[in-house]
């Protein structure tokens, strides 16, 4: 089955944070404890990575991840670019079994930061 897709719209010179729950095809919840998490921000796949995730589980058992990129890395992500919009997925690795699975991917649009201050 092919992973869901969810944009996310990043405001550039801001911390982001997204709290996503991981559930099965009936909403119940899955555990996620015992699995590592990557996620990466790139223009295109083959491209240079624009920016990582911080991807952590706060309530692994209820299958709570969370994604975040501070606001210093956020600063200098482009906001015009030849596509106009980036492109991100978030994978999970089993650290029992080595099984490796794309979660969900999407679009991500970055809103312009126009305050300047210091």
Do not use: W
């Not at 092919?2 to 982001?16: C, H, M, N, T, V």
């Not at 994604?67 to 210093?72: C, L, N, T, V």
């Not at 670019?81 to 679009?107: A, C, P, Q």
Request: negative net charge; proline residues 5%; charged residues 15%.
């Amino acid at each position: 089955m092919a992973s869901p897709k969810i944009d996310l719209y990043i405001d550039q010179g801001s911390d982001f944070y997204q709290s996503v729950y991981i559930t099965d095809q009936y909403n119940v919840p899955l555990d996620i404890s015992g699995y590592n998490f990557y996620a990466q921000i790139r223009e295109i796949p083959s491209g240079v990575v624009i920016a990582d995730f911080s991807v952590g589980t706060s309530a692994p058992t209820q299958g709570h991840l969370s994604m975040e990129i501070p606001a210093s890395t956020t600063a200098i992500i482009p906001t015009t670019t030849e596509f106009n919009f980036f492109r991100y997925d978030v994978f999970s690795k089993n650290n029992t079994t080595g099984s490796i699975l794309m979660l969900f991917h999407g679009d991500i649009f970055v809103n312009d930061q126009i305050t300047q201050f210091s």
